[in-house]
């Protein structure tokens, strides 16, 4: 008997870096490449990638990569990861497949391998025949997958929520889900970012008012920030902006490319005219101008960041102005969101956001009723919720018990738990080995827990260099000996402080005459002295960095 195993390489109880392995005998099916954001601890760090270490002894296997919708959060590792899957074939439906092609050709070296997915037909891959069924979320073109294998059904619910009034009149095809239902489905993984919001979650459609009325109540320029691939925010916003006599300005990079790519696909008919360059927007009036600024999650160097800052070329805050936050944050982003709006406040803008103003953003994910409803359609015979925190699994649980369903038919995996399906039943398996990859600058994976703890304490506590030149023949004779600090007391008191510090290192090493074996052991001496020194001083622990010159 065979098992079907289902392994989240970036972890269950997460909601970004979205990446599933499905592995059945000798075939493997991926679903999801997205990235994560990083917290506030961990300094430096631009994102966070899934761990495709599991993989490293099977890519042999792999039959294609499918992608859910068009979010970073699950296409944003691409660039990082398809490197190191050569040649494994990447299947989506029509927008994410083209802003997949647009990130792509950024990096020449990495083969575009990019399949269009119609909905309804099936894709055939080793052991697995997977479907793609429309479900409306903040972005056009998002599906959920049909999974079938030898051992099981799968119905793997991504990001979604039941909108009757969406946009682009492109309705979830609650007929296939429900006739996917009645034929069978083992195990469902469901999106439960919203178990805790009571109701359905409101259409994208009623932000459509909500528009108009900011709008309306605005002299002077109305900047708009939203996710970068959230096409239809962008497009209500426009659509607004020209309903009301306005010019629109695209501010950032990531909201010029996504918006060409969904022009390309009919999903911004905004019309040309309606547009003018950035450096044309200050030959305006002021109240003639709609901005639409990436960068609503506070990013260093995004347009909104440096519109916040005074930074920006082109677009200067004046007290008449409005910002409006058409977006929540993302979990780990929450103290550089705060920091934006502080600057824009000091700034005197008018700025709007969910915390003080209601209906500026809808969630593209569920509330309990469209849960409910997705179970109640697919009628799993076990169920999994995936793509929130921990907590939010839990209140998924509940809502699965509420619907008549045992504990024991309810997974609550670990977060590096795989589960099981074999022979049309399923159950949790072993854990596996996963990590934050981080990704710094050009670096992949070379930052650790260490390096993290090292610049955390750079940044808590400064550091401290002790310089020493020895004599090659008894290193506990010292020709010269400095010590240079840096963020760890204020220069006016550092000068005596250090004095006193070097002192008490020569003391130290002076006491140890002929009995220095090795550089190694003259360092840990220093490091040793200088740190109870330090601390007794000051109840810092700065970072000592000793430096040995043999003369």
């Not at 398809?82 to 494994?88: A, R, S, Y």
């Not at 083209?98 to 083969?111: F, G, N, R, T, V």
């Not at 429309?134 to 909108?163: A, C, N, Q, R, W």
């Not at 009149?169 to 889900?177: A, E, N, T, Y």
């Amino acid at each position: 008997m065979g098992q079907l195993k289902i392994i989240p390489l970036g972890g269950f109880g997460n909601v970004n870096t979205n990446m599933f392995v499905y592995e059945l005998d000798n075939d493997i099916l991926l679903v999801d490449c997205g990235i994560g954001f990083p917290s506030e601890d961990m300094l430096g760090v631009d994102v966070l990638i899934p761990d495709i270490s599991y993989l490293k002894d099977k890519l042999s296997k792999i039959r294609g990569l499918v992608i859910t919708h068009g979010h970073e959060d699950h296409i944003g590792s691409l660039p990082y990861i398809l490197p190191k899957l050569p040649d494994v074939p990447v299947y989506a439906s029509r927008l994410p497949a083209a802003l997949i092609i647009d990130k792509l050709s950024e990096y020449q070296s990495i083969p575009q391998n990019i399949h269009v997915l119609p909905q309804r037909q099936p894709l055939y891959l080793g052991q697995f025949t997977i479907e793609s069924i429309h479900v409306t979320h903040s972005i056009p073109d998002s599906t959920h997958l049909l999974i079938s294998t030898p051992e099981g059904t799968v119905y793997h619910g991504s990001d979604f929520k039941f909108d009757f009034t969406p946009v682009y009149k492109d309705f979830s095809d609650l007929q296939r889900i429900a006739q996917a239902g009645s034929q069978g489905i083992d195990l469902l993984l469901s999106d439960c970012l919203g178990s805790e919001r009571k109701g359905y979650t409101p259409s994208e459609t009623t932000l459509d008012d909500t528009f108009d009325r900011e709008l309306t109540d605005c002299p002077g320029k109305f900047i708009v920030t939203s996710i970068g691939s959230n096409i239809s925010r962008w497009y209500q916003a426009s659509k607004a902006a020209v309903r009301n006599g306005r010019k629109i300005v695209l501010a950032g990079r990531s909201v010029d490319r996504n918006l060409a790519v969904a022009r390309k696909l009919g999903y911004y008919d905004i019309p040309q005219n309606s547009f003018v360059q950035l450096h044309q927007a200050k030959r305006l009036p002021p109240n003639k101008i709609c901005v639409l600024a990436a960068g609503s999650q506070g990013q260093t160097g995004s347009a909104l960041e440096r519109i916040a800052s005074g930074d920006h070329r082109d677009i200067t805050l004046q007290p008449y102005d409005k910002v409006v936050f058409s977006s929540d944050y993302i979990p780990g982003t929450e103290a550089s969101v705060a920091t934006v709006i502080n600057e824009l406040s000091r700034k005197q803008a008018t700025v709007v956001y969910t915390a003080i103003t209601d209906n500026l953003h809808v969630s593209g994910h569920g509330s309990q009723q469209d849960l409910l409803l997705l179970l109640s359609l697919t009628r799993p015979k076990y169920v999994l919720p995936f793509g929130g925190n921990y907590n939010q699994m839990v209140q998924y649980s509940r809502l699965a018990k509420s619907m008549g369903y045992p504990t024991q038919k309810i997974f609550l995996p670990m977060t590096n738990q795989t589960v099981i399906v074999s022979n049309k039943q399923a159950s949790l398996g072993p854990t596996v080995s996963i990590r934050n990859i981080m990704v710094d600058g050009l670096g992949i994976g070379d930052v650790g827990e260490v390096v993290l703890r090292d610049r955390q304490q750079l940044a808590e506590e400064g550091v401290v260099i002790a310089v020493l030149e020895a004599d090659q023949n008894d290193l506990s004779s010292l020709v010269n000996f400095e010590l240079v600090s840096r963020g760890f007391v204020f220069e006016k008191y550092s000068t005596d402080l250090l004095s006193r510090a070097s002192d008490r290192v020569k003391k130290a090493i002076a006491t140890k005459r002929g009995k220095i074996e090795s550089d190694r052991h003259l360092k840990q001496l220093v490091i040793d002295t200088l740190g109870r020194f330090l601390f007794n001083e000051t109840h810092r622990r700065p970072m000592i960095l000793p430096v040995v010159v043999e003369v």
